[in-house]
Nanobody, 124 residues
Framework: QVQLVESGGGLVQAGGSLRLSCAASGRTFSRYTMGWFRQAPEKEREFVAG????????YYADSVKGRFTISRDNAKNTVYLQMNSLKPEDTAVYYC?????????????????WGQGTQVTVSS
């Protein structure tokens, strides 16, 4: 069982930055693939970024590539999402999720555990 708690959301102007954190409980955090997803009003939840436990490689949606950076600190049981050059279209509730599989998947239905989400609002 893994519990996930996101933090770091808020209101920021376009062009600004935010850093989201996701703290995980459980002793096997290092063996979970971690992903960040987001959901805007009346839209489906979409993949933003992911980092498998097996390789440490990072993966990004095209819409955030070059602006967002995902990282993990296994010693702190925490995964981060650094968001730079934010745009109004980045406004959404951001969720972190954990997947027991070793490879990265972008389908949210494949993830086993979810946090409660944190709101990110980017004003123009």
């Amino acid at each position: 069982q893994v519990q996930l708690v996101e933090s770091g959301g808020g209101l920021v102007q376009a062009g600004g930055s935010l850093r989201l954190s996701c703290a995980a409980s459980g002793r096997t955090f290092s063996r979970y693939t971690m992903g960040w997803f987001r959901q805007a009003p009346e839209k489906e939840r979409e993949f933003v970024a992911g980092i498998p436990w097996s390789s440490g490689r990072t993966y990004y949606a095209d819409s955030v590539k070059g602006r967002f950076t995902i990282s993990r600190d296994n010693a702190k049981n925490t995964v981060y999402l650094q968001m730079n050059s934010l745009k109004p279209e980045d406004t959404a509730v951001y969720y972190c999720a954990a997947d027991r599989d070793s490879f990265l998947r972008q389908n949210p239905d494949e993830y086993d555990y979810w946090g409660q989400g944190t709101q990110v609002t980017v004003s123009s």
